[in-house]
């Protein structure tokens, strides 16, 4: 059983940065693809990017290309989420995910608040 707890989430104007961490426990996570996905008010569960496991390929759905960076850390069973030139599209409640099949997960975390105003 992976429990993962994320964090960094908060009030960001437009244009603004935040870094989101999540911290995994029980199983290291070196075996599995991470990912986040995001929850914004009204809107659907959204897959937001990947990170596979052993060579760490990553792949980000087409909104957040060249502006958000998913990186691990195996040591420290983590991974982030680097999120730059924020929208406030980009509002949302953020999870983090472990096990990822396609778009689906085996776990996922309570989620970070990110809230960009305008």
């Known amino acids: 059983q992976v429990q993962l707890v994320e964090s960094g989430g908060g009030l960001v104007q437009t244009g603004g940065s935040l870094r989101l961490s999540c911290v995994a426990s029980?199983?290291?996570?070196?075996?599995?693809?991470m990912g986040w996905f995001r929850q914004g008010p009204g809107k659907e569960h959204e897959f937001v990017a990947y990170?596979?496991?052993?060579?760490?390929?990553?792949y980000y759905t087409d909104s957040v290309k060249g502006r958000f960076t998913i990186s691990r850390d195996n040591a420290k069973n983590t991974v982030y989420l680097e999120m730059n030139s924020l929208k406030p599209d980009d509002t949302a409640v953020y999870y983090c995910a472990a096990n990822l099949k396609g778009a689906t997960y085996k776990y996922r975390g309570q989620g970070t608040q990110v809230t960009v105003s305008s």
């Open positions: 029980g199983p290291a996570i070196r075996t599995y693809t």
């Open positions: 990170i596979s496991q052993g060579p760490g390929d990553t």
